[in-house]
């Protein structure tokens, strides 16, 4: 996978910096991203980012194009779940991120950010 | 580099230059004497964008015999003498402005005692905050870290009246100074303390108090007093419990608000209020790229707070809870999270917080660092203004808002103080910055800010503003103390 520069906006540098610990320290999920090849937009009430996954690469960015994910969430619930106050399910089912765009695609979302969030 | 102050002096007066090297090898011995010019360049010039200087000689003493020595020698020939330790002021206060001994003390670095009942330790002033920290690890102790790399001396940042992460509850540092050791610049070794009365007992260091306290003599003097050699500096009993919260917000009179009422609870060790330029630098964001980007929170607020028993700390975090709440009324995107969260998002370089004393590489990586540091009043329209005069200011000279800013003893005042990257590589750039720091000098002055460990320059301009009664006291107090002037000559704009 190649490793393309570091975003400079906050939320960005943090997502980025974490895929890239966690692809560093499982295989298994490093195998997961470079297959899938899929551009997951981001919505928060801070602003929106988008991660692009293709051919074994991955960016993040805050130019928006062709979102095939569209993920809603406020920043204090992504803490929420981070600090494990709640879970992304629990979130998800009381409608605190919910999927705007490919919600057949909920699996891949769950393998992203549980690995992510974890 | 500009051309060094010094070269001249250096060739035109090799005669003399040969008598005080050697007396100050018999002194201190040729191993731990230096006049070779790639070993002074390096005392010659600091991180800042202060014009470097170059001394002629270095020595390392180990004793206060030998600095006794030294100081009386230097005196007799009125050489300049120029204390130093390992030149991390952010000031540029150990540039040897007119040359002479540059008396580096690294090598007096013992810990000499540790009294539990009275809660001090004595030290050298070669002893660091990494030293110290190591030392308390193995005690139930604590003393207090700044921001600064582990291996920066205690004793220079204690007079210095440095800020650190327990400054919310104690103020800055010559606060916690129970005594001090010192040669003053005829050679005389004084005491000042309760060590005065007792000083070969080390276990009667405990206070300064009650007499007349003289330890003003050294403090904020940036060396131009004497040299200190020992100091008994106060520490604390660790508490089990510590944590941390980070709180993002978006509005600055409310976020300063939310501030000032955690001080006024009394539950905090320490409060950052920073901007988001800062934690990205921390960050490791590189230099020139750390700004603040649209639709990002714009404050940082780091808040470091401890406890004995787990129903204390539930109780503090429940007021922290509660005043965030109040904040999140007026500023609803505001969050708070812990440190693990950050440190799992941007990586060990913000979790490291947790661990002070450590070197926050990505401030030093560029060659070039420096601050507009001051004390200031806490006044709420004071703070908010003084942030935006300096914003605009930082912007026009295009370098990154690195606000990092710090209540002080309780609120009582405010550490106001700009970080500032810069690359001494680039053409113009250091002349930039020292225009910048010109500009800042003057606004946030006019606006009560005092800088501290103040550079030369403003120590100048401040003389000319001062009460001339207090500026008459100031240099009465060094032409007695020092009359040749041999002290760290040039600081504070005094000669
Ligand atoms: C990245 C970075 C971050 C920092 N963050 C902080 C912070 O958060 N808070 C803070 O307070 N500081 C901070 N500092 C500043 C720094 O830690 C202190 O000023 C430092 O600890 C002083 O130690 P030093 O070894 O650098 O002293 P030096 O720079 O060697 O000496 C400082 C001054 O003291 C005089 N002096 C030294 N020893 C003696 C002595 N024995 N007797 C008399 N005079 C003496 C010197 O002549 C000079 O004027 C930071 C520095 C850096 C590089």
Redesign the pocket.
């Known amino acids: 996978m190649e490793i393309p520069d570091e975003p400079d906006d906050i939320l960005g540098l943090g997502i980025y910096r974490r895929i890239k610990t966690v692809t560093e320290i499982s295989p298994d999920f490093k195998k997961f991203v470079n297959n899938l090849n899929e551009n997951i937009l981001l919505s928060t009430d801070y602003y929106d980012f988008m991660i692009k996954f293709k051919d074994e690469n991955f960016e993040v960015t805050r130019e928006i194009e062709n979102p095939t994910i569209i993920i809603k969430i406020k920043i204090e619930e992504f803490f929420k779940i981070m600090e494990k106050r709640t879970s992304m399910v629990f979130s998800f089912l009381k409608g605190k991120m919910k999927f705007k765009k490919g919600l057949t695609k909920l699996f891949k979302v769950y393998k992203l950010f549980g690995n992510i969030l974890s | 580099m500009k051309k060094l102050v010094g070269c001249d002096k250096l060739l035109e007066s090799s005669e003399k230059h040969d008598i005080i090297k050697e007396s100050l090898i018999k002194i201190v011995g040729e191993q731990w004497y230096s006049d070779f010019p790639e070993e002074l360049l390096i005392y010659s010039y600091?991180?800042t964008e202060n014009d470097p200087s170059l001394p002629e000689f270095v020595v390392m003493p180990r004793t206060s015999e030998e600095i006794q020595k030294i100081l009386k020698f230097a005196n007799e020939t009125k050489t300049p003498v120029?204390?130093?330790?390992?030149?991390?002021?952010?000031?540029g206060?150990?540039i040897p402005l007119k040359g002479g001994i540059v008396v580096d003390?690294k090598r007096m670095d013992s810990i000499l005692h540790f009294n539990e009942d009275d809660m001090y330790v004595i030290i050298e002033?070669g002893v660091?905050?990494g030293h110290l920290h190591a030392f308390l690890e193995k005690t139930n102790y604590r003393y207090c870290y700044?921001?600064?790399?582990p291996?920066?001396?205690?004793?220079?940042?204690a007079?210095?009246?440095?800020?650190?992460n327990l400054s919310l509850r104690h103020g800055?540092?010559n606060e916690w100074i129970n005594g001090i050791e010192?040669i003053l610049p005829n050679g005389d070794l004084v005491k000042i303390g309760t060590c005065c009365a007792w000083g070969d007992n080390y276990d009667l260091w405990w206070s300064r108090n009650p007499m007349p306290d003289l330890l003003g003599l050294?403090t904020s003097?940036?060396?131009?007093?004497?040299?200190?050699?020992k100091m008994a500096v106060q520490v604390w009993p660790r508490r089990p419990i510590r944590d941390w919260r980070i709180v993002l917000s978006f509005n600055v009179e409310e976020t300063y608000k939310f501030v000032k009422t955690l001080t006024h609870l009394e539950i905090l060790n320490d409060i950052l209020f920073m901007s988001i330029e800062t934690v990205k630098m921390i960050a490791g964001v590189p230099y020139g790229k750390a700004k603040y980007l649209e639709g990002e929170p714009r404050w940082v607020c780091l808040l470091d707070f401890s406890a004995n028993t787990k129903l204390e700390y539930e109780a503090k975090l429940d007021m922290i809870n509660t005043a965030f709440k109040k904040l999140k009324e007026v500023d609803p995107k505001a969050n708070m999270t812990n440190l693990d969260v950050m440190e799992k998002f941007y990586g060990k370089k913000v979790g490291d917080i947790k661990n002070l004393p450590v070197?926050?590489g990505p401030?030093?990586e560029y060659g070039g660092?420096t601050w507009m540091?001051t004390y200031m009043t806490t006044k709420t329209e004071a703070v908010v203004n003084g942030i935006k005069t300096a914003f605009d200011l930082i912007d026009k000279y295009r370098f990154e808002k690195c606000l990092?800013s710090r209540s002080m003893k309780g609120h009582h005042y405010f550490a106001f103080r700009f970080?500032l990257r810069f690359s001494k590589l680039q053409e113009g750039e250091t002349e930039r910055m020292q225009k910048l720091q010109e500009e800042l000098f003057n606004s946030l002055f006019e606006l009560g800010a005092f800088p501290?460990?103040t550079p030369a320059r403003f120590a100048k301009q401040i003389l000319k503003r001062a009460d001339p009664n207090w500026v008459n006291l100031l240099k009465t107090i060094k032409s007695t103390i020092d009359p040749n002037g041999i002290m760290?000559p040039g600081?504070w704009g005094l000669e």
């Open positions: 600091d991180m120029v204390p130093f330790i390992s030149g991390n002021n952010v000031g206060l150990t003390l002033p660091t905050f700044p921001f600064a790399p291996f920066t001396s205690v004793i220079a940042n007079l210095l009246d440095g800020l650190n800055s540092m010192a050294f003097w940036q060396g131009m007093t004497g040299i200190v050699t070197t926050i401030m030093l660092l540091g990092y970080l501290y460990k760290n600081r």
